[in-house]
């Protein structure tokens, strides 16, 4: 079955320290992929995401993620975490050419940035 | 927020009974979905609906049941069926030539 991955379930971090957050997906054809965050008591929201071109991607808040196809992977990373970064975060992949808009979710990592 | 609402924010029923929860949109998306989130589990798929008056089973639709009789509604039954129903319930919607999901707020059921 296709699946996806979050190697961390709890990663603590210092403020200013660097981030990188590893998601791996099972699926063997074109897969689009996606890192969703969810801030304490607010809802789930995009973060960035992949669908085909340029592999390293940026989205909001400095955070930006690297496609490797040859390692079906999709790792998060931010080169400075603050303290407004605690949240827990999603990686979800969509199978190409499935049904539109069905994602697989990971585990999620929760992240906690000590001030 | 974000044009998806769902309400309540906190439910709270008796074992036994089923219960409702409601999800109303008006992004004019066609694609709607219901997720379960569970500590330590992520989001994991119950129902999904396409299109008007057509659903279909996610990984985990046992004791729950859909109606989308409405493009803007896509309420979720909690059924007494469901064996371990105290869980957050998001609701999440899709548009035609988008692939990403964009999430409401979640109901937090909690079964007494």
């Known amino acids: 079955a296709q699946s996806v991955s979050q190697h961390n379930h709890h990663v603590i971090l210092s403020e200013a320290a660097s981030l990188e957050l590893g998601c791996n997906y099972s699926?063997?054809?074109?897969?689009?992929l996606f890192w969703y965050v969810q801030y304490p008591g607010q809802h789930l929201q995009l973060l960035l995401k992949?669908?085909?071109?340029?592999?390293l991607v940026k989205g909001i808040k400095g955070f930006e993620a690297e496609f490797i196809k040859s390692k079906f992977s999709f790792n998060l990373r931010k080169p400075s975490v603050q303290w407004s970064d605690t949240a827990e975060y999603f990686c979800a992949a969509e199978n190409y050419g499935g049904s539109q808009g069905n994602l697989i979710f990971g585990k999620g990592t929760k992240l906690s940035v000590k001030p | 927020d974000g044009g998806i609402t769902q309400s309540p924010k906190y439910l709270f029923r008796k074992e036994g009974q089923n219960v409702t929860l409601s999800c109303e949109q008006n992004l004019n998306h066609d694609a709607m979905y219901w997720y379960r989130q569970d500590p330590g589990q992520g989001l994991r798929l119950i129902y999904y609906s396409q299109i008007v008056n057509d659903f279909q089973k996610g990984d985990i639709a046992e004791g729950y049941s859909v109606s989308r009789e409405k493009k803007e509604s896509f309420p979720l039954t909690v059924t007494s069926a469901q064996k371990n129903p105290t869980a957050f319930y998001l609701c999440?919607?899709?548009?035609?030539?988008?692939?990403?999901?964009?999430f409401g707020p979640g109901t937090r059921l909690t079964v007494l």
């Open positions: 699926y063997g054809g074109t897969v689009n």
């Open positions: 999440a919607t899709g548009g035609l030539g988008y692939n990403e999901q964009f």
């Open positions: 992949y669908f085909s071109g340029d592999p």
